[in-house]
């Protein structure tokens, strides 16, 4: 283990690791999970798009499909390169998950896509569907009649609730979600307007999973999305980097290794970057790296990849007290399988201080008019401290993948916004 990091990371500095676990795409070919399974997941997702249409209109534009889009950022750019004292070797982009339609969030890619395969399962197993069907006939009464024997649980910061909430509720579910301290107000609120059972914990994530885990388990009615170890979320999240490659192609962004694509993640319990990383690794390979982001109180993948005990250490373990403005990321413990299977892919690791996030929250909006959700913008800074830590890295693209906004209440927005604009004004 590094002990100059482990020494910041206790003291909660930001710090930048550069993974010595990194691995080259050849060597590791034998993985549990293939191109073939990411194709499925995307077939599968194609199939449900006539569903998504009807349920949610607003998705019409784009057939059904959930997809965000990738933006340059020109003028935030430039305010980076002031701050940091240096010009960004490369272009900064963003890939605007905080507009993704339904829940506004990076949730709406995985959590969505496991309440469909579920729904999918359940349907096959009552026989309700053969070869030809139109899946748009998932909101039909047939189905809507079955599923409303069926519960939904999970447990979530806020955002994986609001995405299987919705979702659920939707096609008929009963829906139960587990939230933990972290979880805003108006996410609890949104959700118990769609008719979804909003049960409080007075405790942090990963006690909020054990309870609504332990609780499914009793019961053969009950589905439990396991945001710690699910295999389908993370398919789920992989799809996007099949999506992000015609995009890239789209706009002619070359992407090869001698003009690498850089990815800035925000990593909380894990399955959301640590899915894109597989997906963006099996398509992109070695010209593609990631880099995870996560808050200065909250670094639980950093701790787990780095010391080698994944889930089986806690940011409390090292006198973290896991409290952060970073809703989404407020997660002191990793997911049980997310750094054994991706840990070799991500480039490296840094953390941001929430007050950064909250500067960068206002900047963005000023500069760009983007109105992000504190989370999303720890991976903004992550090319500017790669360049510091790596002055001789290799020029490319830098994505910031900016992972949620569009739903916060804009008066809840506003305070953070105000905030962010009280510490620029101080500096
Ligand atoms: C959940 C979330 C993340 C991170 O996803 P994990 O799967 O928990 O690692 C990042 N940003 C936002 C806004 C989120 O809600």
Redesign the pocket.
């Known amino acids: 283990m590094n002990e100059e990091v482990l020494g910041r990371l206790k003291a909660a500095e930001e710090v930048f690791w550069k993974n010595d676990g990194y691995k080259h795409h050849e060597v590791m070919e034998d993985g549990a999970f293939t191109m073939d399974d990411i194709r499925a997941a995307e077939e599968r997702l194609s199939k449900f798009a006539p569903l998504i249409e009807r349920l949610f209109p607003e998705t019409s534009g784009q057939k059904g499909i959930i997809e965000s889009p990738v933006m340059r950022l020109e003028r935030m750019e430039r305010h980076l390169d002031g701050v940091y004292g240096t010009a960004l070797d490369g272009s900064l982009y963003i890939k605007r998950d905080d507009i993704l339609p339904i829940s506004g969030?990076?949730?709406a890619r995985g959590g969505i896509y496991e309440v469909l395969k579920h729904a999918e399962d359940l349907a096959l197993a009552d026989g309700l569907i053969d070869e030809d069907l139109d899946y748009a006939q998932f909101a039909s009464d047939k189905f809507r009649e079955l599923f409303s024997h069926h519960t939904i649980v999970c447990a979530s910061?806020?955002?994986?609730g609001l995405s299987i909430g919705i979702m659920s509720a939707k096609l008929g579910f009963k829906v139960e979600i587990h939230m933990s301290a972290d979880a805003k107000a108006w996410k609890k609120a949104m959700l118990r307007e769609y008719g979804v059972d909003v049960i409080e914990h007075m405790d942090d994530y990963s006690r909020a999973v054990e309870v609504g885990r332990e609780e499914a388990m009793r019961r053969d009615d009950f589905y439990f999305v396991d945001?710690e170890d699910s295999v389908t979320l993370f398919l789920g999240y992989a799809v996007s980097a099949l999506r992000l490659k015609a995009q890239l192609e789209e706009v002619g962004i070359e992407v090869n290794r001698d003009k690498p694509l850089y990815v800035y993640l925000?990593?909380?319990?894990?399955?959301?970057?640590g899915g894109i990383t597989f997906g963006l690794k099996t398509v992109f390979g070695d010209a593609v790296h990631p880099v995870f982001a996560e808050p200065t109180h909250s670094p639980c993948m950093l701790l787990g990849v780095m010391s080698g005990r994944h889930d089986e250490i806690s940011v409390r373990d090292i006198g973290l007290d896991n409290v952060t403005i970073a809703d989404?990321?407020a997660?002191g413990r990793a997911s049980k399988f997310i750094g054994k299977t991706v840990g070799d892919m991500i480039y490296g690791f840094y953390t941001v201080e929430d007050e950064a996030l909250l500067k960068l929250l206002a900047k963005l909006r000023d500069e760009e008019g983007m109105k992000l959700?504190p989370?999303?913008l720890s991976g903004m800074p992550g090319a500017y401290k790669l360049q510091q830590k790596d002055p001789d890295m290799t020029p490319g693209t830098h994505l910031v993948w900016s992972?949620?906004g569009d739903m916060v209440p804009d008066e809840v927005w506003r305070k953070d916004y105000e905030e962010g604009q009280a510490l620029l004004g101080d500096e």
């Open positions: 969030s990076v949730k910061t806020g955002n994986l945001d925000p990593c909380g319990v894990g399955g959301a970057p989404g990321l997660v959700e989370s999303a992972t949620g």
